[in-house]
């Protein structure tokens, strides 16, 4: 492949690193409804997606676009106030994007949220799910094309994609804030519709805990490079209830857990 393929991310690399001079050691990607976690960074730069060479630019309502430099707990962090799906209309070579640029500014874990639907019977709206797994089939895989060999192997192994040992530390951050955090597999789908009936059941009998429209790509990548990955869901709507779900059900549904989840990734970012 050589080094034709990693120009686009070298250059957007060149860019971020002559305006901050910034060596983030963690990246940060925050879901839908959970934008106000910024208020927690000390923050050095912002930088609009739209200014960096080669990035995709958000399109959706509730999702600000850009990249965030700063301290979060002492460490030196970056945000993505805002994600690219695939259901707007990127490929998900485009929406990965950010992540590969992350490995190259030098960051070694990747903390990753989401608002997802739940189809476990035992998890409330308002919960937090850590997940430690996922299933990916109903979405293309990211690193279909040819390999870029420089970011990692052509078929990369994905037994343990989400970090045991983050896990582990999250649990004890929950413990400790008396908040329960759930953990469980992570079903990814297109979207933008939410599910049938049929299809939440569907879910649940495959073997899903939560479902969503976002996260796997991203963590995929972040793997194939040999990043850590963390991610967690915000359960914002349960699919086994019949009844109907909107967008902004679940943008208030995660906008009233984000404290949960901004003392979850401050605690982590301290311990990473
Ligand atoms: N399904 C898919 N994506 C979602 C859901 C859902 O129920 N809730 C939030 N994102």
Same mark, same amino acid.
């Given at each position: 492949?050589?080094?034709?393929?990693?120009?686009?991310?070298?250059?957007?690399?060149?860019?971020?690193?002559?305006?901050t001079?910034?060596?983030?050691?963690?990246?940060?990607?925050?879901?839908?409804?959970l934008?106000?976690?910024v208020?927690?960074?000390?923050?050095? =730069?912002?930088?609009?997606?739209?200014?960096?060479?080669? =990035?995709?630019?958000?399109?959706?309502?509730?999702?600000?676009?850009?990249?965030? +430099?700063?301290?979060?707990?002492?460490?030196?962090?970056?945000?993505?106030?805002?994600?690219?799906?695939?259901?707007?209309?990127?490929?998900?070579?485009?929406?990965? +994007?950010?992540?590969?640029?992350?490995?190259?500014?030098?960051?070694?874990?990747?903390?990753?949220? @989401?608002?997802?639907?739940?189809?476990?019977?035992?998890?409330?709206?308002?919960?937090?799910?850590?997940?430690?797994?996922?299933?990916? #089939? #109903?979405?293309?895989?990211?690193?279909?094309?040819? @390999?870029?060999?420089? =970011?990692?192997p052509?078929?990369?192994?994905? @037994?343990?994609?989400?970090?045991?040992?983050?896990?582990?530390?999250?649990?004890?951050?929950?413990?400790?804030?008396? +908040?329960?955090?759930?953990?469980?597999v992570?079903?990814?789908?297109?979207?933008?519709?939410?599910?049938?009936?049929?299809?939440?059941?569907?879910?649940?009998?495959?073997?899903?805990?939560?479902?969503?429209?976002?996260?796997?790509?991203?963590?995929?990548? &972040?793997?194939?490079?040999?990043?850590?990955? +963390?991610?967690?869901?915000?359960?914002?709507?349960?699919?086994?209830?019949?009844? &109907?779900?909107?967008?902004?059900?679940?943008?208030?549904?995660?906008?009233?857990a984000?404290?949960?989840? &901004?003392?979850?990734?401050?605690?982590?970012?301290?311990?990473?």
């Open positions: 492949m050589g080094k034709k393929a990693l120009k686009p991310f070298n250059e957007a690399v060149e860019y971020l690193f002559k305006k001079g910034a060596r983030p050691e963690a990246g940060i990607v925050l879901g839908s409804g934008g106000s976690f208020n927690e960074i000390e923050i050095e =730069f912002e930088i609009a997606y739209e200014d960096i060479p080669h =990035f995709p630019v958000s399109t959706v309502a509730g999702h600000q676009g850009k990249l965030i +430099f700063g301290k979060l707990s002492g460490k030196q962090v970056l945000v993505m106030a805002g994600r690219f799906h695939y259901y707007e209309g990127y490929s998900v070579e485009e929406l990965v +994007f950010p992540v590969r640029v992350m490995k190259l500014l030098g960051i070694h874990t990747i903390l990753l949220s @989401n608002a997802a639907g739940s189809v476990n019977p035992h998890y409330k709206v308002g919960d937090l799910m850590l997940i430690n797994d996922h299933i990916s #089939f #109903f979405t293309p895989n990211p690193l279909i094309g040819k @390999n870029i060999a420089e =970011f990692g052509r078929f990369p192994d994905m @037994n343990e994609t989400y970090d045991r040992d983050l896990i582990a530390k999250a649990k004890a951050i929950g413990l400790t804030h008396g +908040f329960d955090l759930h953990e469980g992570y079903v990814a789908v297109t979207g933008p519709t939410f599910e049938t009936k049929a299809e939440y059941r569907f879910i649940h009998i495959m073997g899903g805990d939560v479902v969503g429209m976002s996260t796997v790509p991203e963590a995929i990548v &972040a793997r194939h490079m040999d990043m850590r990955v +963390f991610a967690v869901s915000v359960v914002t709507d349960l699919g086994m209830h019949d009844q &109907a779900v909107s967008h902004e059900e679940v943008l208030q549904a995660a906008k009233k984000e404290p949960k989840m &901004a003392t979850l990734f401050k605690e982590l970012v301290a311990v990473l």
